[in-house]
């Protein structure tokens, strides 16, 4: 009974200690603000042509976005293209849509390809796509995904050279803790850490590939730093496997109003950046 007290105790001390190393990619987080970026640089996206292929954590990064927007006075139009089908978009905009079938990786590939060959979308400045948290879990092959996805993402490159490309890091979810979750892992079910080790393996893959060659939306990096700069994770041998900030989300992996408007004023600040 004593030993089984104390063991209990020490998962407890595992769970709840997960967040306590500062990341060196914390300064330049806290230079990525909205008051550190002269307006014109902002107002220049309202003359670029801008396509987002997204699911429901993409969604709330707009949402955020478009609360941005709007505080801040800044010009921007973003637009829907599954709302606007019959629409003819002439000026700058950022556009998006819905992309491909959660839980299945290679549908977004295969869709945000068909996208931007489109009429619509091959004459855009900027376009991107993100992945769901929900794409990558145990049992996913890492390896096939990342292979099929840089064959993708270069091959638009080399056909569509006036385009940028921007890559995006796969979402995280958060993990469980308290009693609940100590319970959980005394009796062996998960917590959600497997799962994050997939993400985290696939988002190492993409910036060990395209960090310094080409634009990288981190999301990841942003969902797992808190405002002081502290990261959320935990040690699985001796790697580290990032997760989401507790306090961004509201389900685990959604995005509440205060992690969309994080996510989305970091995303407005990284696409003005692109075009200085």
């Known amino acids: 009974m004593v030993r089984t007290c104390i063991y209990f105790v020490f998962i407890l001390f595992l769970i709840s200690s997960c967040n306590q190393k500062k990341d060196k990619e914390f300064d330049m987080i806290k230079k990525t603000k909205l008051l550190n970026i002269k307006k014109t640089d902002i107002d220049i996206l309202s003359s670029k042509k801008i396509y987002f292929g997204h699911m429901s954590v993409g969604k709330n990064i707009l949402s955020g976005v478009s609360r941005i927007l709007d505080k801040n006075n800044f010009r921007l139009n973003v637009i829907s293209i599954d709302d606007n089908k019959d629409s003819v978009f002439t000026n700058g905009y950022l556009l998006h849509s819905n992309i491909g079938r959660n839980g299945d990786p290679f549908s977004k590939i295969k869709d945000f390809e068909l996208k931007i060959s489109s009429e619509l979308l091959k004459n855009v400045d900027v376009s991107f796509f993100k992945f769901c948290y929900v794409d990558f879990k145990q049992g996913t092959n890492v390896e096939a995904v990342f292979q099929k996805y840089t064959e993708t993402m270069d091959a638009l490159s080399q056909k569509y050279p006036d385009i940028i490309f ?86 685990g992996g959604h995005l509440n109003s205060k992690g969309e408007d994080y996510i989305g004023e970091q995303l407005l600040v990284f696409l003005s950046q692109i075009f200085k």
């Open 166 to 251: 921007i890559h995006t890091t796969v979402p995280l979810r958060k993990l469980q803790t308290g009693i609940k979750a100590t319970i959980k892992k005394l009796i062996g079910k998960s917590i959600g850490i497997e799962d994050n080790i997939v993400r985290n393996k696939f988002n190492k893959l993409l910036k060990e590939k395209y960090q310094n060659a080409a634009p990288i939306f981190d999301i990841a990096l942003y969902e797992s730093t808190k405002p002081n700069g502290l990261r959320e994770f935990v040690k699985v041998g001796n790697d580290t496997c990032y997760t989401l900030v507790h306090d961004y989300t509201y389900d």
